[in-house]
């Protein structure tokens, strides 16, 4: 028995290699093509998946639903979102203005003399890309870190996830046939199944970097893959977020009960599976917040979530949390039933977080929400600060208050902070921040928006460089119209 149990491993194994060796090949002569590609190729691609991914969303929406329970409105608009994505990044990548085009002319009389310096940022190479499970279109196959890849000249080999396989082949087909239909290489893009792919890609020397959305131990273990590598690569993950909320005595006693909806409303959408759930809620002692958003909530029907695994890792965290002596359960199951999630409303204080808070502070999940009393600001600035790195970070005060630290120490945690409002939305545009400090992220960029591209360029400088030898976007002339720095004056035609 043992024999077999090795023998099937190792044919598993070899079958893995030569699967991902096949499609990172491809990638890689791909990439010869892509890397000298211009904006405009690029944007045809981009378009004609956006254009295939709309013509198949009936057929997609459904096999969404079936796989996700997601249900057909939202994964109507999460479609909608996905396919605006690669929209937005086919007219970013002509505009031009990430590439950060510099142009130095040389100047013997300074000190050092400068020579003629040309910068500008170039593709990196073949891109791995792990789906995430609670975004079957936006953060999945056709989602931004594969968008984002390719409008920055790279080829994408996505790992798709276990969660929704039927899915994930049919997206990839879609986005297969649009990206041979308008002339990209063949290679450009490659789907593969199975962990142990997803660990053979991240591995593979032609890999030159992971874009990856899921749970802190996974995104550890192939973070740490890709390190150990005798070549280490950038890994771009997006790992947990508790996502700190604080309430002002002053919009408390302003708006309790619209606030109260507000985050009954956040923290509950999409049985909480979202990356930016707001976890942790501080509000003054002496209120009865936490009452108010448990009678917001209301009765609420457990609601199956995406994956057992997720359900059970829901249940635990739950269980870890209500165990704790200083936490009171306001609203709510404490035991879930299997495969599924239902509001749970609790209660703490700020003493009792700084004294534990890797019991209390770690993400839960789902839709939980944690309110934690606090005596002074001072306190709850102290507990935002033993959250930690968070992609998002929100303060409810009244217009014109006084906000003292409380900015500074969003800011310091977070990636993204927030006036009024609630985290869960995540607008894609240019200015969008959707990363912070570990361990909400591995790195300090962007996995939503424009800039998230930086994730897939490095910098090259060329220096006393023939015209003709030079990318056309650095050349004298500025026949691509793109916005350049010019001797530190920013040009833009
Ligand atoms: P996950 O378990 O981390 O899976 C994400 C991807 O990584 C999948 O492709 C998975 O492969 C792979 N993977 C996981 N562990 C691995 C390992 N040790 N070695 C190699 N590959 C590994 O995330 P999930 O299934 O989406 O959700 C589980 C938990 O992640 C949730 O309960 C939640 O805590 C967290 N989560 C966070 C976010 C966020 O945005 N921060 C989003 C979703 C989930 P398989 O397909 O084979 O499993």
């Known amino acids: 028995m043992t024999a077999i149990d090795t023998e099937n491993r190792t044919a598993v194994a070899r079958t893995d290699l030569d699967a991902v060796a096949a499609v990172a090949a491809a990638a890689?002569?791909?990439?010869?093509?892509?890397?000298?590609?211009?904006?405009?190729?690029?944007?045809?691609?981009?378009?004609?998946?956006?254009?295939?991914?709309?013509?198949?969303?009936?057929?997609?929406?459904?096999?969404?639903?079936?796989?996700?329970?997601?249900?057909?409105?939202?994964?109507?608009?999460?479609?909608?979102?996905?396919?605006?994505?690669?929209?937005?990044?086919?007219?970013?990548?002509?505009?031009?203005s990430h590439l950060e085009a510099t142009i130095d002319h040389p100047d013997p009389q300074a000190t050092p003399p400068r020579p003629d310096l040309r910068r500008m940022l170039r593709p990196l190479g073949p891109v791995a890309v792990f789906s995430a499970s609670n975004f079957p279109f936006a953060f999945s196959v056709a989602g931004g870190d594969t968008a984002s890849a390719l409008a920055a000249g790279c080829p994408v080999i996505v790992k798709g996830h276990s969660a929704h396989p039927r899915l994930s082949a049919r997206t990839a087909e879609v986005v297969a046939t649009a990206l041979a239909g308008a002339g990209a290489p063949e290679g450009v893009f490659g789907h593969v199944t199975g962990r142990e792919r997803g660990v053979a890609l991240v591995q593979h020397p032609e890999i030159r970097a992971v874009g990856f959305t899921g749970s802190l131990h996974g995104g550890r273990a192939l973070f740490d893959l890709a390190q150990g590598r005798p070549d280490p690569i950038p890994f771009y993950g997006e790992l947990s977020a508790v996502n700190p909320v604080l309430i002002t005595r002053a919009a408390l006693d302003a708006r309790a009960d619209e606030l109260a909806?507000?985050?009954?409303?956040?923290?509950?959408?999409?049985?909480?599976?979202?990356?930016?759930?707001?976890?942790?809620?501080?509000?003054?002692?002496?209120?009865?917040?936490?009452?108010?958003?448990?009678?917001?909530?209301?009765?609420?029907?457990?609601?199956?979530?995406?994956?057992?695994?997720?359900?059970?890792?829901?249940?635990?965290?739950?269980?870890?949390?209500?165990?704790?002596?200083?936490?009171?359960?306001?609203?709510?199951?404490?035991?879930?039933?299997?495969?599924?999630?239902?509001?749970?409303?609790?209660?703490?204080?700020?003493?009792?977080?700084?004294?534990?808070?890797?019991?209390?502070?770690?993400?839960?999940?789902?839709?939980?929400?944690?309110?934690?009393?606090?005596?002074?600001?001072?306190?709850?600035?102290?507990?935002?600060?033993?959250?930690?790195?968070?992609?998002?970070?929100?303060?409810?005060?009244?217009?014109?208050?006084?906000?003292?630290?409380?900015?500074?120490?969003?800011?310091?945690?977070?990636?993204?902070?927030?006036?009024?409002?609630?985290?869960?939305?995540?607008?894609?545009?240019?200015?969008?921040?959707?990363?912070?400090?570990?361990p909400s992220t591995t790195s300090i960029h962007t996995s939503v928006g424009v800039t998230a591209m930086r994730r897939f360029l490095r910098p090259v400088a060329y220096q006393d460089a023939p015209d003709a030898a030079l990318p056309p976007e650095l050349r004298d002339e500025n026949v691509l119209g793109i916005p350049r720095r010019i001797d530190g004056v920013l040009t833009v035609p």
């Not at 704790?324 to 700020?350: I, K, M, N, R, Y």
Request: net charge negative; proline share 4%.
């Open 261 to 438: 909806a507000g985050l009954a409303g956040s923290f509950t959408l999409g049985a909480g599976q979202f990356c930016t759930n707001p976890g942790v809620v501080l509000v003054p002692a002496g209120v009865d917040f936490a009452e108010r958003v448990a009678a917001a909530v209301g009765s609420s029907a457990p609601v199956p979530m995406l994956t057992d695994g997720i359900a059970a890792a829901f249940a635990e965290g739950l269980a870890g949390l209500t165990a704790h002596d200083g936490v009171t359960v306001v609203a709510g199951e404490t035991t879930q039933q299997p495969g599924t999630g239902s509001a749970v409303v609790l209660a703490t204080t700020t003493d009792a977080v700084i004294a534990d808070p890797s019991a209390l502070l770690a993400e839960c999940f789902g839709p939980s929400t944690l309110i934690v009393e606090y005596a002074d600001v001072e306190s709850a600035l102290a507990a935002v600060r033993a959250v930690g790195g968070s992609l998002t970070a929100t303060v409810h005060a009244e217009p014109g208050e006084e906000l003292g630290d409380i900015v500074a120490v969003l800011t310091e945690v977070a990636g993204r902070v927030l006036f009024a409002g609630w985290p869960t939305g995540v607008a894609v545009s240019w200015a969008q921040q959707h990363g912070g400090p570990w």
């Open 28 to 96: 890689r002569r791909a990439f010869a093509v892509t890397v000298a590609s211009t904006a405009a190729e690029r944007a045809t691609w981009l378009g004609a998946v956006a254009d295939a991914l709309d013509a198949s969303a009936t057929e997609l929406i459904a096999l969404a639903d079936d796989e996700t329970r997601l249900g057909t409105p939202r994964l109507t608009g999460e479609l909608a979102r996905t396919t605006a994505q690669l929209r937005l990044f086919a007219s970013a990548v002509v505009e031009g």
